[in-house]
T-cell receptor, first 112, second 113 residues
Framework: KAGVTQTPRYLIKTRGQQVTLSCSPI?????VSWYQQTPGQGLQFLFE???????NKGNFPGRFSGRQFSNSRSEMNVSTLELGDSALYLC???????????FGPGTRLLVL | AQTVTQSQPEMSVQEAETVTLSCTYD???????LFWYKQPPSRQMILVIR??????QNATENRFSVNFQKAAKSFSLKISDSQLGDTAMYFC??????????FGTGTSLTVIP
């Protein structure tokens, strides 16, 4: 069974631009979560989607948004990029409640 | 609020030796799950081990085992016979009944040849 995939793997943007990241979960997994990982802040939870509905949300500004499609694929969008948005963005999927999360390789975003 | 604390930002161990990584958490829940994840340098985060809070028996996976102390809210990871491939960032994580994951800040482990 294929693992969690994320595209693109690397991205360079400039301040003020917007970006869309994509995540394809493991087949059969209906939950997709997004995390921001930085050296100083560790792993910060952004949001989780389950069956196309946002189930949980972390403490990030409204510039960070996401959605999930009927095939469980998810996208995350960041508008009006700031230098501090430079990070590794991780996607993780799981089958359901109380299940183990499986992570993708991440998208490394650099904002100049 | 749920929190996960890893008090050791960095650790090192000699190859073939044993090392223990500490993790404490805070929750008022009774049923939950705990995890240790490993993130090798520039590589994908993978699950090391999982523990259900309702189980008194400590989970083991080959060279990896946990010491789960529910009353103390402690969940340490023991790595036996350390190998060079164990060099990684290790994250302790907790999932609450609301299904949200909480991660610690990580412990960077270096295995020295």
């Amino acid at each position: 069974k294929a693992g969690v995939t994320q595209t693109p793997r690397y991205l360079i943007k400039t301040r003020g631009q917007q970006v869309t990241l994509s995540c394809s979960p493991i087949s059969g997994h209906r939950s997709v979560s997004w995390y921001q990982q930085t050296p100083g802040q560790g792993l910060q939870f952004l949001f989780e989607y389950f069956s196309e509905t946002q189930r949980n949300k972390g403490n990030f500004p409204g510039r960070f948004s996401g959605r999930q499609f009927s095939n469980s694929r998810s996208e995350m969008n960041v508008s009006t990029l700031e230098l501090g948005d430079s990070a590794l963005y991780l996607c993780a999927s799981r089958m359901g409640a109380q299940e183990t999360q499986y992570f993708g390789p991440g998208t490394r975003l650099l904002v100049l | 609020a749920q929190t996960v604390t890893q008090s050791q930002p960095e650790m090192s161990v000699q190859e073939a030796e044993t090392v223990t990584l500490s993790c404490t958490y805070d929750t008022s829940e009774n049923n939950y799950y705990l995890f240790w994840y490993k993130q090798p340098p520039s590589r994908q985060m993978i699950l090391v081990i999982r523990q259900e809070a309702y189980k008194q028996q400590n989970a083991t996976e080959n060279r990896f085992s946990v010491n789960f102390q529910k009353a103390a809210k402690s969940f340490s990871l023991k790595i036996s016979d350390s190998q060079l491939g164990d060099t990684a960032m290790y994250f302790c994580a907790f999932i609450d009944p609301g299904n949200q994951f909480y991660f610690g800040t990580g412990t960077s482990l270096t295995v020295i040849p």
